[in-house]
């Protein structure tokens, strides 16, 4: 398959974006064998591009020519896992460490057009904040204190799925 220009280009500075801010990007898998037959990527479009930053992963909008009537599922679901210490409130001692794994997802349900054509938003999910997981976080002793000490993404992975069809047509994991 050829690379046009622009999209080299856009690739190319997606990239140089990416190490400039210390982000990581994962590739993208397409077999459009799981796509009405026909579909390809609209003149200008290519394979979405995920990118992690912090804790947010976000991944380029594209659009998919030649669907016909046929309808996706885009998702995005992000991994992370959250440690730290739980303290004994008297002598401010680390009396249990801990280890959680926290999941965030994004779904959305996308309409062909009339011209067959699927437009396919930017997809962005957030991992559990510290603040969000301490809410709902106890420590097996309701009198210790939990202090979270590490949150970071284990993996993520966007799927874009066509109704009728059991395997995605665009698959990226990461980091």
């Not at 796509?35 to 912090?54: F, I, R």
């Not at 997802?105 to 309409?111: A, F, Y």
Request: contains cysteine; proline residues 6%.
């Amino acid at each position: 398959m050829k690379l046009s220009l622009r999209r080299a280009l856009i690739l190319f500075a997606a990239m140089i974006f990416a190490l400039a801010t210390g982000m990581t990007a994962a590739q993208a898998t397409t077999n459009f064998d799981n796509a009405p037959n026909g579909a390809h990527y609209a003149k200008g479009s290519g394979e979405p591009v995920c990118t992690l930053s912090g804790l947010t992963v976000t991944c380029t909008a594209t659009q998919i020519a030649g669907v016909g009537n046929t309808n996706a599922t885009v998702k995005l679901v992000v991994n992370s896992t959250i440690s730290g210490v739980c303290h004994n409130p008297g002598n401010d001692n680390v009396v249990d460490p801990f280890s959680k794994s926290v999941t965030a997802e994004t779904s959305s349900n996308l309409t062909s057009t009339k011209n067959g054509r699927l437009v396919v938003p930017e997809q962005k999910t957030t991992a559990t904040s510290n603040e969000v997981f301490l809410r709902t976080f106890s420590c097996p002793n309701p009198n210790w204190r939990p202090e979270v000490t590490s949150n970071v993404i284990s993996s993520f992975t966007y799927t874009l799925t066509f109704a009728g069809f059991t395997q995605p047509a665009i698959t990226i994991t990461g980091p």
